[in-house]
């Protein structure tokens, strides 16, 4: 089955610097890469999706990228602000195949004023 | 439209009891997915519905767990009896279309605690 790993597992920026979240998976199958945020006691909630076919996809100050030939797949957040800071988790599926998404274990990323 | 709506938001029970989480999804969206979070564990899928469906139920772990969905606006996820190792928030989520090709809708979770 799928394996993602996810790296790192906490990241520490000041307000206004870049952070990248990284994630690899193993099944080359797999075609469908959504990124989650889950603030303190929240739900996880999708903040940027890539598919296999994209190379890159931007949404403002976030934007993810995917290089299925190493199988990785990370995220970019840019200016990064306090309410930034969450859990990010990344996800892999098989559109083709179980359909179940794979997530990673999760990056605590923690923004200081 | 509400969103995916879980009950009960919180649930404390002693260990060997039972406890039934329940879920809604959106309406429209056919796949459902159990899910339960943990500190050591992260996110874990338990199980997967697709058009009330059970079709993976490998993330299962155990006999004591067991879910159902009778219908496209209802599902349950059960534990009989309960272990003081089965306390987590269990998240339910929903998706529209087939399995998870696409945006998961997550509910804002049941925090359970047995002790």
């Known amino acids: 089955g799928e394996n993602v790993e996810q790296h790192p597992s906490t990241l520490s920026v000041q307000e206004g610097d870049s952070a990248v979240i990284k994630c690899t998976y193993s099944d080359s199958a797999s075609n469908y890469f959504p990124w989650y945020k889950q603030e303190l006691g929240k739900r996880p909630q999708l903040i940027i999706d890539i598919r296999s076919n994209v190379g890159e996809k931007k949404d403002q100050r976030i934007a993810v990228t995917l290089n299925k030939t190493a199988k990785h797949f990370s995220l970019h957040i840019t200016e990064t602000q306090p309410e930034d800071s969450a859990v990010y988790f990344c996800a892999a599926s098989n559109g083709g195949g179980s359909y179940i998404p794979t997530f990673g274990r999760g990056t605590s990323l923690i923004v200081h004023p | 439209d509400a969103g995916v709506i879980q009950s009960p938001r919180h649930e404390v029970t002693e260990m060997g009891q039972e406890v039934t989480l329940r879920c809604k999804p959106i309406s429209g969206h056919n796949s459902l997915f159990w899910y339960r979070q943990t500190m050591m564990r992260g996110l874990e899928l338990l199980i997967y519905?697709?058009?009330?469906?059970?079709?993976?139920d490998s993330g299962m772990p155990e006999d004591r767990f067991s879910a159902k969905m009778p219908n496209a606006s209802f599902s349950t996820l059960k534990i009989q009896p309960s272990e003081p190792r089965d306390s987590a928030v269990y998240f339910c989520?929903?998706?529209?279309?087939?399995?998870?090709?696409?945006?998961?809708?997550f509910g804002p979770g049941t925090r359970l605690t047995v002790t």
């Open positions: 519905f697709n058009n009330n469906v059970p079709i993976d």
């Open positions: 989520a929903s998706s529209l279309g087939r399995g998870s090709i696409g945006e998961q809708y």
